[in-house]
C-alpha cells in the first residue's frame, strides 16, 4: 500500500514539475443529540469565495472575488487542515483503533443527524467543503466555489478527480441528489429549505439555486451535514432512511473504504488508494470498536486496545491527564455547540409566569452543579449560541446565582410560600435534578424527581401532545451556525407536538422570530452579530430556557496519535489526516 502511494506521489511531483517548468506558474454525537431532530422554518445563512480563497461564517461581501493563482507548494496543501503536520513517507501506515461507546447503525448523514452516524460516515464520505480552525471553508469536494452577489446562487467546481469508490464520477447531479435526499429526510430543514436544485448534470461545473439568500450554506457543506453520496447507488426507488446500503457495501467517495461492518460490534475502515485529495489518508487502516459503556472505552485506553476513545468530561478526562501514556486534549468540536440545559415548559401556570422563571435561574448555581457534575470541567453559558461562535455576546445579561433577588421574585409573583416542580429526566440526569432540587430548596421549591427509563420514554412525556412536564434536562447542539441548531428552540412555527428537539418549551415572542430571520438572511457579519446579540437580549429576558453551561469536549488518546480530531467538527470530521507517530 505504502509503494502505490510513493507511486501517486512521484507522478504528482512529476506532473506538477512539468507545469511549472511549461508555465512558470501553476494553480484546506450519542448523547442526545444522536437523535436530535428539526425547525420547520425556512432559516438562512453564510457568504462568498472563489478559487482556493476561504471565506469567514460572517463574510461580508457578497460579490465574486477574482484571487490571484496560488503557488504550486500552496496547491499542494490548500486541501489540509494540519498542513505543518505531514508524515514522513516511514511513518505513514498503520492501524487507529477508536473505543466508541454506543452503537452506530448506518454512515448516511444525509439522512439523520447524529454523533454517530457522523463520526463514520465522514470516513466513509466525502462532503463538498471541510472547516478550518478559524471557521474557513477548505476545499474538498469542491475545489472552487463562488456565491452571487445577490445571494441566490453558489456556483461550484468539483475536483476533476473527485469519484465514488466504484470509480464513478462525482458530478452535480450527485450535489443535486444528496440535497434533496437531505431535504426529504434530514431532521434539519433549515439546512437546505432555500434550495430549490442544484444545476450543472453530469459536469463538474455546479450551480446550487436559492430562493432566498443563505448565509449558513456553506457551513452546512460541512462532512457532518451533507455527505455526498452516489445517485447511481440510492437512486432505486427504495426508502433512503433504510436503505440497505446505508451500512452494507457501502460506495462512498471519502479518504476510507468499509471492508466490515457488525452492528454494535465493529466499523473496519481500509485506506481509499484512489482518494481524490493527493497523499491521503496517511493511515491504512481505521477501526471503530464499539463498546457498551464509558468504562470498557477508559479500560480499552489503559490497556492500549484503543489508541482513541469518546467521552466528554468528568473523573475518567482526570485519571487520564494523569497518565503518561495518555494525551487528554479540550480543543475540537467548538462548531457543535453542546449547551446543556433546563428546559422549561412554557404552558405550565406556574412556568408561564416570567418571574418564577427567572428567579429559577437566579437560583442556579453554576459553580456548585460544575463541580458535582463535570469535575469542574465546562464553562459557564449565559446564551443559546455557545461561546466559540462569532455571534456569542459574551456581555449578555447572566442571572448571577443571588438567592434574595430570587425570593424577591417570587414573591413579587405570588409564589413566595414555594410551589412543587416535576423534573422529569432519563436515569443520564438524575444527579443533575438532584443538584437543582437542593439548590431550588433554598428558595421553598420542592423538586419532585420522576425518572423515566430510556430516551423514547423521555421524549414521549416531553414532547408528546398535551405534555404535562414542568422542567427537563437536556442538552442542545448548535451544528455550526444558528440557523441550523439555534433558532429551532424559539421560533413560534417550530413548537411541534411529537418533535424531539424543536421548541420544547413551547415558546413563542413574535419579535424575537423577526430579528432570526432577518439575521438569518444577513451577510453583513457586524449587522448579522447585531441582530443575534439583541435576539439573545430577548430570550435571556424571557428565560424559555435555563442555560447551564457550554460542554467542553474532551478527547483521550495515546500519545503516539497526531492530528487527532480536533477542528472545528471534532469526531465528525475526516480523520485522513491522522497518523502514528513511532
Not at 494553480?27 to 425556512?42: E, F, H, I, M, R
Not at 452503537?103 to 463538498?128: E, F, R
Not at 469519484?163 to 440535497?179: L, P
Request: aromatic share 10%; glycine share 8%.
Amino acid at each position: 500500500m505504502r509503494s502505490r502511494r510513493w507511486l501517486k506521489a512521484f507522478v504528482l511531483l512529476f506532473t506538477v514539475s512539468l507545469i511549472a517548468a511549461a508555465c512558470g506558474d501553476s494553480d484546506d454525537g450519542d448523547t442526545t443529540a444522536a437523535t436530535d431532530a428539526p425547525a420547520t422554518t425556512l432559516e438562512e445563512g453564510q457568504t462568498g469565495t472563489t478559487s482556493f480563497v476561504s471565506t469567514t461564517v460572517a463574510e461580508s461581501e457578497a460579490t465574486t472575488t477574482t484571487e490571484a493563482e496560488p503557488e504550486p507548494e500552496e496547491m499542494s496543501t490548500a486541501h489540509l487542515l494540519r498542513p505543518n503536520n505531514v508524515p514522513t513517507e516511514a511513518q505513514r501506515g498503520g492501524t487507529i483503533v477508536l473505543g466508541y461507546a454506543g452503537v452506530i447503525n448506518h454512515a448516511n448523514g444525509a439522512v439523520s443527524s447524529g454523533y454517530a452516524v457522523n463520526t463514520a460516515g465522514s470516513q466513509v464520505n466525502a462532503s463538498l467543503l471541510r472547516w478550518s480552525d478559524e471557521y474557513q471553508p477548505v476545499p474538498y469536494i469542491a475545489s472552487e466555489w463562488a456565491i452571487a452577489a445577490d445571494g441566490l446562487s453558489v456556483s461550484l467546481t468539483l475536483n476533476p478527480e473527485a469519484r465514488f469508490h466504484d470509480g464513478e464520477d462525482i458530478t452535480c447531479t450527485d450535489v443535486d441528489f444528496s440535497i434533496k435526499t437531505s431535504q426529504a429526510n434530514h431532521p434539519f430543514k433549515p439546512m437546505f429549505a432555500p434550495v430549490t436544485g442544484v444545476d450543472g448534470g453530469d459536469t463538474k461545473n455546479c450551480t446550487v439555486n436559492l430562493e432566498q439568500p443563505h448565509p449558513a450554506l456553506l457551513v452546512a457543506f460541512s462532512p457532518g451535514l451533507l455527505p455526498i453520496i452516489p445517485e447511481h447507488i440510492f437512486n432505486d426507488g427504495q426508502e433512503m432512511k433504510t436503505h440497505p446500503r446505508n451500512n452494507t457495501d457501502v460506495v462512498g467517495s471519502g479518504p476510507f473504504k468499509i471492508v466490515e461492518w457488525e452492528t454494535g460490534e465493529i466499523i473496519r475502515y481500509e485506506a481509499n488508494d484512489d482518494f481524490f485529495l493527493p497523499d491521503l489518508p496517511y493511515l491504512d487502516e481505521l477501526i471503530i470498536d464499539m463498546v457498551p459503556d464509558g468504562a470498557t472505552v477508559t479500560l480499552g485506553l489503559e490497556t492500549g486496545d484503543f489508541d482513541i476513545g469518546t467521552g466528554h468530561g468528568g473523573q475518567d478526562i482526570v485519571d487520564a491527564q494523569n497518565n503518561p501514556d495518555l494525551s487528554v486534549s479540550s480543543k475540537g468540536f467548538e462548531a457543535i455547540g453542546s449547551i446543556p440545559w433546563l428546559q422549561l415548559n412554557l404552558r405550565d401556570e406556574i412556568l408561564s409566569d416570567v418571574r418564577v422563571r427567572q428567579a429559577l435561574w437566579h437560583a442556579f448555581d453554576f459553580d456548585e452543579w460544575n463541580e458535582i457534575q463535570n469535575s469542574g470541567q465546562h464553562r459557564r453559558q449565559c446564551t443559546g449560541i455557545q461561546s466559540q461562535s462569532p455571534y456569542y455576546n459574551p456581555d449578555a445579561h447572566c442571572y448571577e446565582f443571588d438567592l434574595e433577588a430570587a425570593q424577591a421574585l417570587l414573591d413579587d409573583a405570588g409564589y413566595g410560600d414555594g410551589f412543587e416542580l416535576n423534573f422529569h429526566v432519563t436515569p443520564a440526569g438524575v444527579t443533575t435534578a438532584e443538584i437543582m432540587a437542593s439548590q431550588w430548596a433554598k428558595i421553598g421549591v420542592e423538586v419532585i424527581i420522576e425518572v423515566v427509563p430510556d430516551f423514547p420514554a423521555w421524549i414521549g412525556r416531553t414532547v408528546g401532545e398535551g405534555t404535562d412536564y414542568q422542567v427537563t434536562y437536556t442538552s442542545l447542539w448548535n451544528w455550526g451556525d444558528p440557523v441550523i441548531g439555534v433558532n429551532r428552540s424559539y421560533n413560534c412555527n417550530n413548537r411541534v407536538a411529537g418533535v424531539a428537539f424543536s421548541n420544547m418549551s413551547w415558546y413563542c415572542n413574535e419579535g424575537l422570530d423577526e430579528i432570526l430571520n432577518a439575521a438569518g438572511l444577513e451577510f453583513d457579519p457586524e449587522l448579522r452579530r447585531d441582530l443575534y446579540f439583541e435576539a439573545t437580549d430577548i430570550i435571556n429576558a424571557d428565560v424559555p430556557v435555563i442555560y447551564l453551561s457550554n460542554q467542553v469536549w474532551y478527547t483521550r488518546m495515546a500519545t503516539h496519535v497526531e492530528n487527532p480530531p480536533e477542528s472545528i467538527w471534532g469526531f465528525m470530521d475526516s480523520w485522513a489526516e491522522m497518523w502514528i507517530a513511532s
